[in-house]
């Protein structure tokens, strides 16, 4: 395998790393986007539920990728009391259920068509560093060794992230801020095909069960359990089949995909651009911390990454100060918002079942004008203060 | 003479397909990052490795065990 050089290497062809390639494709540059493996986006590691209103503003147009447009949420306490948000009535937009691998092929594509160079089956292996600058990395494409050099490096490696890593960027986690996944998608259940579900509590420990609706009884039925509360193996796995067992809607149906993942809880990484090397999306610790959603963050953010990678190349700009301007940009974006609902996370995985019951009955007929985690914390808080004492000024 | 403990445990990654599903949840909580997943392959750094048990508790279908 020859070695390479390009203008913007990117490494990861998931969302954030798709529309990184996009956008610097479309700025100018030179862009070379890496994935390990053989098809973009499968094997799926989502539960497939985002919100739509961010869409446009980043350049994805809706496609094929849909499988439906919910209405609203249902929260449901550990007794099972609902609390039902339906923005449509109030003439909000909501959200999608997704075919995930369809999303990031499209995104791909879009980037291809852009410009930008893909290639399948490649690793990244390690980064190269020269005079304390990253400049590319050693990579195995079906199996044997090469380098891709380029002034700028792109860490879209999602959740797991290793490249970021190897720059020396920290993006360990604690075992209390990343949840361990499970979901199957479920065909024969009886779910509401208007929301998306989550069940809070006990049921799942730092988390929440979800059931989000794809139509036709199919349905994608997962949990996310906070790894700090784990005590023995394979405790994801016992959880979800314990809270299915015990719902007859979902316990008759038969599942037809299983996908496992790990998702980070944690306030977004100190440090997301180095000498030579700028980290976007989940590998970045962007993922909201309450909502386990990380898609649009990694979107909106890949955007101002792909700009400022081909403004850096153009100008030769290629420092950690000069790349501050990525940085910046999506802190402003969104970093208040994350690390509120960190904050807001530490406490709620800490509550014991009625207080959750509680709440959620205090919430009952509390009118929400708008879905969304603020808005619920704001009424959270104004029945129950001590719970929202510790992140009160964020509200 | 400084003696130095090494821990014999063995970490055992069940990646033949009959437990794991190639997540990468192991992989991203790893504190010395010294797991790798390839497609359908999981491989660590024996020597990096300090079995210091994370990972088991990370991987949602239990196919990581020290014994």
Sequence with gaps: MQDLTTDVLVVGAGPAGSMTAKWAAMSGAKVLMIEKRQEIGSPVRCGEGMSKSWLADVGIKPGKWINLEVEGARIYSPREQCLEINEKNAGNEVGYVVERDGFDKQLAIDAANAGAEVMLKTAATDVIRENGAIVGVKAKRFGEPFTIRAPITIAADGFESQVGRWAGLPTNLMLKDMDTCLQYRMTNVDSDERYCDFYLGSCAPGGYVWIFPKGNGLANVGIGVQVSQIKTTAEAKSYLDKWIAKHPAYAKGKTIDIVGGGVSISPPVKQSVTDGLMIVGDAARMIDPLTGGGIANGCIAGKICGQVAAEAVATRNLSATFLAKYDKAWRGLFEEKLYRNWLAKEKLTSLPDDVFDKVVDALQGVKLEKLSVHNILKAVHSRYPEITKEFEAFL | ?67
Excluded: W
């Design chain 2, 1 to 67: 003479m400084v003696a130095t403990v090494v821990d014999k445990r063995s970490l055992h990654i069940e990646s033949s397909g009959q437990l794991c599903i190639y997540c990468g949840a192991c992989v991203g909580i790893c504190p010395l990052n010294c797991i790798y997943l390839d497609e359908t392959r999981i491989t660590f750094d024996e020597t990096t490795c300090t079995r210091c048990n994370i990972c088991v508790k990370a991987c949602p279908v239990g196919a990581i065990e020290i014994g």
